[in-house]
């Protein structure tokens, strides 16, 4: 009996192993599937912004599963309570009941800074709220109210360890607003107060200093700027200090050619300043000096036109004619300057006079370049980086070329021909 009794027994003894296996297994695959599912409730009451729903969903599931190990679930809880609800007390609770369970837990290290900036900032609770309050309104009418509303926020709080984040959001705002002033000094008081207690944090100083470049950029004082992010460049860390450099380099780039547009400009006036001596008055008052204007400025004009009417025939996306109409505008001012200086030519000689003339087109050429090809088309971001707008097809760059070339040669021609005449 005991011999056919012990197979039975075996077969019992393996049939309850494997329905304790398969209870655990489909109990923590329901228990997963549950956390899922939970979450995904949540996720479409945050999108519906029906935020204290998703927050009892949330604390539901932690209170049906007091040990789940989901480290996720809290993440999503404190995101809530700290930047929707702005119940900072329970937010410190969740974030001290995650690291008493994962002390070493994925968001660990974020958990213990964020617990440490509410506990330095536990006093001004109702000014941080008021001001998190202001910046989840969405309506895009009331801009000005919201930047009225965190004024006066600051105002009350201007020794506060908030106000530093209250003058780098209205810089950002005034910046995007294109109100540079107002942009500049507020990150100047965020800047002013790196080194004061919770100011500490080098990575926010470099984004500050990244603002201040971007708005000293805007207010075209290109040095302050570069010294700005040399300064940001010693806060980042290894990996951003590349991004540091190459948008020093392009800022410098961006000084370089405002440089070169005032020493054009600067040099292209003077030329000009040259017809009011008063020992010239005479000459130019019986000179007929607009016996030969007829030719030189049909000609100037066929090679700033034509190229506008070959783009409009072939549709080039994205092309700007006003290059063309800036080159015929100074260039016809240039022939009529040119025409008027031809007496000075007795005095300095043909090639003096003739170089005189080509780079006073040369002049206009770089500025009508810079002020609607170079300036149009190129845009600093947020990062201080140069970028393309759109980028110039083949096309209008050979007519770009074209124009600029067939319209110096034509300068040069009648600047020659000015010079022979007046020189006999």
Known sequence: MKKIKTPYFFAFVIGAVFMMISGTCTAFGSSEADGQAYRTKANQFVAAK??????????????????LKDEIVYKQLTHIYDDYLFDFDQALTLYQTYLDR?????????????????????????????????????????????????????????????????????????????????????????????????????????????????ILVKQHHYNKAIRALDQAMTLASPEERFNYAVKKNEIMNHRNM?????????????????????????????????ERLARPISLLALASLVPILVLKIREEPEADPRFFLWLLGLSIFSILV?????????????????????????????????????SGRKIILNTAIEADRDPLTSTFVILLWSSAIASLFIYMAYSFGYATRKAK
């Not at 509303?149 to 020794?159: D, P, Q, R, T, Y």
């Not at 790196?194 to 984004?207: N, S, W």
């Not at 300043?273 to 607009?290: E, I, K, N, Q, T």
């Not at 025409?339 to 002049?363: C, D, E, Q, W």
């Open 50 to 67: 029906n935020y204290e729903q998703a927050a009892l969903v949330l604390e539901e599931l932690l209170a049906k599963d007091p040990n």
């Open 258 to 290: 405002a440089i070169g547009f005032m020493g054009c400009l600067a040099y292209y006036l003077a030329v000009v300043l040259l017809l009011f001596p008063s020992h010239y008055r005479g000459d130019f008052r019986v000179s007929p000096y607009f």
């Open 338 to 374: 040119i025409k008027l200086l031809a007496p000075l030519s007795r005095i300095t000689g043909r090639l003096v006079f003739i170089s005189v003339s080509g780079l006073h087109m040369a002049a206009a050429l770089f500025m009508a370049y810079y002020l609607t090809i170079y």
């Open 102 to 214: 994962f002390p070493s837990g994925t968001f660990a290290n974020d958990f213990r800074d964020r617990m440490t900036y509410l506990e330095e900032r536990r006093s001004e609770w109702q000014a941080l709220r008021d001001f998190r309050s202001v910046q989840l309104e969405e309506d895009k009418r009331s801009d000005q109210d919201k930047l009225a509303k965190v004024e006066a926020i600051l105002s009350k709080n201007e020794n506060a360890l908030i106000a530093p984040e209250m003058h780098l959001y209205l810089a950002n705002q005034y910046f995007e607003d294109a109100e540079y002033q107002a942009a500049s000094e507020h990150v100047e008081n965020d800047i002013n107060s790196f080194g004061k207690a919770g100011m500490t944090d080098p990575a926010d100083q470099a984004l500050a200093l990244r603002l201040y470049a971007d």
